[in-house]
Structure formats: structure tokens, C-alpha cells
């Protein structure tokens, strides 16, 4: 698979647009065997594709969104109550009561917002990948380079290069005075350069006096890679303007497609919560919900329309994704939802070797007034479990159980030996004391 040249994404993305650049070459070469070399519409299915990749993280997100549903009224009364209290019993209070309606329903705070910081770094990757296909579409990176090639061979093409990319307004980030020419990088930088061309900058390009005379040489790979970024007549490394009017319905289908694709998610949601003004958070997201999808179309109006068909594509999958989960949670049974929820929950504790009984349940359930701080006496305990050997599993203390081999386990039996040497270091000593005492009484 030769994708392995250009500028491509470094750093903590790196593994995830190499994934994403496989997959989208892959669709590539799978459309090209029926004779279309489109990148707009290897754009489309690579976006269906993702979209069913991430299918799992989207479900659960929707879950959480219903489960907030009907935890969102328990959390409001307990901001309610502790409002304007700063002081640190109160706030002490107000998180312990908040955990206990988090525990209730078998979730956490981070539900909501885990498969999102999941799918970030996947989204972000997805970006990088459509901005530098040449870097990671095979067929379409040979065309660049071919032409790269032909340029290199002219001599100060560096310079009229760099004016050219000024006196069209293109906004690239590498510089080939950087590297020497001739080296790998030097050919990578170049191609990036050409892959921010549109239709009229190879028209422009062509007409400049150094490189007219690779036109002819050039001409094939350039057609393929017009061709290759053609949409009904558009290309999609141009930019939307009003000059082209056709181009002007991707930002129009950009925002109206995202306003459907908010009100798909927010479908689940009782209206009383989605418009609940004594909620601030819940007033900033429908402020967002109605601001982002504006701000979509007036960033397609500065984004390349390939960045735009991404958003169009993105949207109309989410829209579906919504309908048939919101279809599929409609006949999910609510409590057994989170039923199931406090089981693995309950599971995941074990497995930590933690595992709360129901007076832990009963303790929590106590009114903050008529909580009892006295300590803990362990008296008792130490009388009970005195020079006895324990197991990790065996092992108990007050309301909590520790499963064998866990950390809990080993690190409650270092401290029931050690307990177990204390009491018997006094033990000794008076024995000592005792024989001492007698012996001097034989002496008088």
C-alpha cells in the first residue's frame, strides 16, 4: 500500500489518521474498480463508515442523554437546596447527595461526556486526513507527484513558487526554502503546496512563463486530479462565493442539516427539560444548538466545499443514527435500563475488590442533621480477630467485603498483623514485670 509519503499527521493523532487514511483509501480503490475516481464521494462513504465505527459511543451517549432526563430533576432540587451555601459541610453534602443520585441510576458525571472525549481525537484525525489526502490516497498522491517531479527540474521554480502562492492568497503552512531540494521532504512539501490548488490556480499556474513549459507533461495527472475533485461541475478544494452560485447551497445544506441533526437528539428529551430557564447549562446548550449550526455555514463559506460535504454527510448519518436509536430507546424499558446499569456497576466495584452491602445503601439514605460522627470503635474487632489467620476472601470489616487478591484484601491483612503484634507487645511486657515483681518478693 503506498501511502507511506507527503506531510502527514504527527504526534498524539498520528495513529488515528493513519487508521482513518487506510480506511479512506481503501474506499478509494474500492470505487475505482467501477470506474469512479471521486473523492467526493469517497468523502460520503468515508463518513458512513466512521459514523458506523463509532455507532457503539453514540448509542451509549444517547443513553446517558435519556437517563439525564429523569436524573435532571433530582440534581436541580439538590442545587436548589444547597444554593448560595459555600461553606464546606454544605458543599460536603451537596456532592455526597449528588453521588448518591449518580449511584441510583448505575452512572457517573464523566458518562455523558467519555464517549465524547473518545470520539474526539477520531474527529479531529478525520479533519486532517480530508485537508491532506494526497498523503494518505495513493493513486492521488502519484498524480501530485508526477507534477512534482516535472517542477523540480526547473530551475529557481522555489521562488516563483513562493510568489505565486502569495499573489493567489493560498494559505499553506510548509516552506520550501526548509529543506534541500532533491530530498524526500522538499518533494512532500511541494506536493502539499499543489494540493491546496484549485481549478483556477492550475489554469494560473500553467499560464506563468517558468512552468508552461511542463504544461504538456503535466497535463494527464493534472486533468486526474481536477477530475478526481469534481462535484457537479464544483471543485472541492475551491472555496464556496457568490461568483459561483451553485457552490452557495453546500453552506445552505451545511446549516439546515445540522438544525435537523439537533433536533434528532433532542427528540428523547421532555420539553420541560430542553427549555428549563432555571437551568443554566440546560439554557447554554439550546444557545449552542442554535448558534453552531449557523456557525457551520459561515465557515463553509471559508472552508474549502470538500470540509463542507464532510458536514453535509456527517449530518445526514447522525440524523439517521438518531431516528433509528431514538426508535430502539423508545421500546427500552427505562428502569430496566438502569437496573442493568447498577448491576455492571456493582460489577465493576467487585472487580476493583470492593463491595457494599445494603447497609451502605441505608447509611446513605440518612438525613445529614441526624448523622452520627462518632468514631469508628474497632475494640471489638481486634478482640474478634486476634493472632487469626486471615484470608483475602474471608476477610471483613464493618459493612465492607474485600475479594481475594485484591489490593483492599492484602493491604486490610498487613494491617490486621500488624494490629495483631501491637496487642501482643503489652501482653509480654506485663509478664515480665509480673515474673520481676515475684522474683524480688523471694528475695525479701
Same mark, same amino acid.
Request: contains cysteine.
Given at each position: 500500500?503506498?501511502?507511506?509519503? /507527503?506531510?502527514?499527521?504527527?504526534?498524539?493523532?498520528?495513529?488515528?489518521?493513519?487508521?482513518?487514511?487506510?480506511?479512506?483509501?481503501?474506499?478509494?480503490?474500492?470505487?475505482?474498480?467501477?470506474?469512479?475516481?471521486?473523492?467526493?464521494?469517497?468523502?460520503?462513504?468515508?463518513?458512513?463508515?466512521?459514523?458506523?465505527?463509532?455507532?457503539?459511543?453514540?448509542?451509549?451517549?444517547?443513553?446517558?442523554?435519556?437517563?439525564?432526563?429523569?436524573?435532571?430533576?433530582?440534581?436541580?432540587?439538590?442545587?436548589?437546596?444547597?444554593?448560595?451555601?459555600?461553606?464546606?459541610?454544605?458543599?460536603?453534602?451537596?456532592?455526597?447527595?449528588?453521588?448518591?443520585?449518580?449511584?441510583?441510576? @448505575?452512572?457517573?458525571?464523566?458518562?455523558?461526556?467519555?464517549?465524547?472525549?473518545?470520539?474526539?481525537?477520531?474527529?479531529? %484525525? /478525520?479533519?486532517?486526513?480530508?485537508?491532506?489526502?494526497?498523503?494518505?490516497?495513493?493513486?492521488?498522491?502519484?498524480?501530485?507527484?508526477?507534477?512534482?517531479?516535472?517542477?523540480?527540474?526547473?530551475? @529557481?521554480? &522555489?521562488?516563483?513558487?513562493?510568489?505565486?502562492?502569495?499573489?493567489?492568497?493560498?494559505?499553506?503552512?510548509?516552506?520550501?526554502?526548509?529543506?534541500? /531540494?532533491?530530498?524526500?521532504?522538499?518533494?512532500?512539501?511541494?506536493?502539499?503546496?499543489?494540493?491546496?490548488?484549485?481549478?483556477?490556480?492550475?489554469?494560473?499556474?500553467?499560464?506563468?512563463?517558468?512552468?508552461?513549459?511542463?504544461?504538456?507533461?503535466?497535463?494527464?495527472?493534472?486533468?486526474?486530479?481536477?477530475?478526481?475533485?469534481? /462535484?457537479?461541475?464544483?471543485?472541492?478544494?475551491?472555496?464556496?462565493?457568490?461568483?459561483?452560485?451553485?457552490?452557495?447551497?453546500?453552506?445552505?445544506? &451545511?446549516?439546515?442539516?445540522?438544525?435537523?441533526?439537533?433536533?434528532?437528539? =433532542?427528540?428523547?428529551?421532555?420539553?420541560?427539560?430542553?427549555?428549563?430557564?432555571?437551568?443554566?447549562?440546560?439554557?447554554?446548550?439550546?444557545?449552542? =444548538?442554535?448558534?453552531?449550526?449557523?456557525?457551520?455555514?459561515?465557515?463553509?463559506?471559508?472552508?474549502?466545499?470538500?470540509?463542507?460535504?464532510?458536514?453535509?454527510?456527517? &449530518?445526514?448519518?447522525?440524523?439517521?443514527?438518531?431516528?433509528?436509536?431514538?426508535?430502539?430507546?423508545?421500546?427500552?424499558?427505562?428502569?430496566?435500563?438502569?437496573?442493568?446499569?447498577?448491576?455492571? %456497576?456493582?460489577?465493576?466495584?467487585?472487580?476493583?475488590?470492593?463491595?457494599?452491602?445494603?447497609?451502605?445503601?441505608?447509611? %446513605?439514605?440518612?438525613?445529614?442533621?441526624?448523622?452520627?460522627?462518632?468514631?469508628?470503635?474497632?475494640?471489638?474487632?481486634?478482640?474478634? =480477630?486476634?493472632?487469626?489467620?486471615?484470608?483475602?476472601?474471608?476477610?471483613?470489616?464493618?459493612?465492607?467485603?474485600?475479594?481475594?487478591?485484591?489490593?483492599?484484601?492484602?493491604?486490610?491483612?498487613?494491617?490486621?498483623?500488624?494490629?495483631?503484634?501491637?496487642?501482643?507487645?503489652?501482653?509480654?511486657?506485663?509478664?515480665?514485670?509480673?515474673?520481676?515483681?515475684?522474683?524480688?518478693?523471694?528475695?525479701?
Amino acid at each position: 500500500m503506498n501511502i507511506l509519503f /507527503l506531510t502527514r499527521v504527527s504526534g498524539f493523532l498520528k495513529p488515528f489518521a493513519w487508521i482513518m487514511g487506510v480506511i479512506l483509501d481503501a474506499i478509494y480503490k474500492f470505487v475505482g474498480l467501477f470506474g469512479i475516481h471521486n473523492l467526493a464521494l469517497c468523502i460520503f462513504l468515508f463518513t458512513f463508515v466512521v459514523k458506523m465505527l463509532m455507532l457503539p459511543l453514540t448509542i451509549k451517549q444517547q443513553k446517558f442523554t435519556r437517563l439525564s432526563s429523569k436524573m435532571n430533576p433530582e440534581l436541580t432540587k439538590i442545587q436548589e437546596k444547597y444554593k448560595g451555601k459555600k461553606d464546606e459541610e454544605s458543599m460536603r453534602r451537596q456532592q455526597a447527595e449528588t453521588q448518591e443520585v449518580y449511584a441510583k441510576y @448505575g452512572t457517573n458525571p464523566m458518562g455523558g461526556c467519555l464517549p465524547l472525549l473518545i470520539s474526539l481525537p477520531i474527529m479531529f %484525525a /478525520l479533519y486532517r486526513v480530508i485537508y491532506a489526502i494526497p498523503a494518505y490516497v495513493g493513486e492521488v498522491g502519484d498524480w501530485y507527484r508526477t507534477v512534482a517531479g516535472a517542477i523540480e527540474g526547473i530551475s @529557481g521554480h &522555489a521562488d516563483t513558487i513562493t510568489t505565486f502562492i502569495t499573489e493567489n492568497g493560498l494559505r499553506v503552512t510548509n516552506s520550501l526554502s526548509t529543506y534541500a /531540494l532533491g530530498s524526500t521532504e522538499y518533494t512532500n512539501s511541494l506536493i502539499d503546496i499543489l494540493a491546496k490548488f484549485s481549478t483556477a490556480n492550475w489554469e494560473a499556474f500553467f499560464q506563468n512563463g517558468t512552468f508552461a513549459a511542463i504544461q504538456g507533461t503535466c497535463t494527464e495527472a493534472v486533468n486526474n486530479i481536477i477530475k478526481a475533485n469534481n /462535484l457537479f461541475g464544483l471543485n472541492i478544494l475551491d472555496t464556496p462565493n457568490f461568483k459561483i452560485i451553485g457552490s452557495l447551497i453546500i453552506p445552505v445544506l &451545511a446549516v439546515v442539516t445540522q438544525m435537523i441533526q439537533t433536533k434528532t437528539m =433532542n427528540a428523547n428529551q421532555p420539553q420541560k427539560q430542553t427549555k428549563n430557564n432555571d437551568n443554566p447549562m440546560a439554557g447554554s446548550m439550546n444557545t449552542m =444548538n442554535t448558534i453552531m449550526p449557523i456557525m457551520s455555514g459561515v465557515f463553509c463559506l471559508m472552508l474549502p466545499i470538500g470540509v463542507g460535504i464532510y458536514w453535509i454527510a456527517s &449530518a445526514l448519518f447522525t440524523i439517521l443514527q438518531n431516528i433509528f436509536i431514538n426508535r430502539y430507546l423508545d421500546k427500552t424499558d427505562l428502569d430496566a435500563m438502569i437496573e442493568k446499569n447498577v448491576e455492571k %456497576a456493582n460489577k465493576r466495584k467487585e472487580k476493583l475488590g470492593v463491595v457494599y452491602d445494603n447497609k451502605m445503601a441505608e447509611v %446513605a439514605k440518612k438525613s445529614t442533621k441526624t448523622y452520627d460522627n462518632t468514631a469508628y470503635d474497632n475494640t471489638e474487632y481486634k478482640k474478634n =480477630n486476634k493472632r487469626k489467620s486471615v484470608s483475602g476472601a474471608d476477610y471483613q470489616r464493618s459493612t465492607v467485603s474485600y475479594s481475594a487478591k485484591s489490593i483492599a484484601a492484602n493491604a486490610n491483612l498487613l494491617m490486621a498483623r500488624a494490629n495483631a503484634k501491637d496487642e501482643a507487645k503489652p501482653e509480654k511486657s506485663t509478664e515480665t514485670v509480673t515474673d520481676n515483681h515475684a522474683a524480688e518478693e523471694g528475695t525479701e
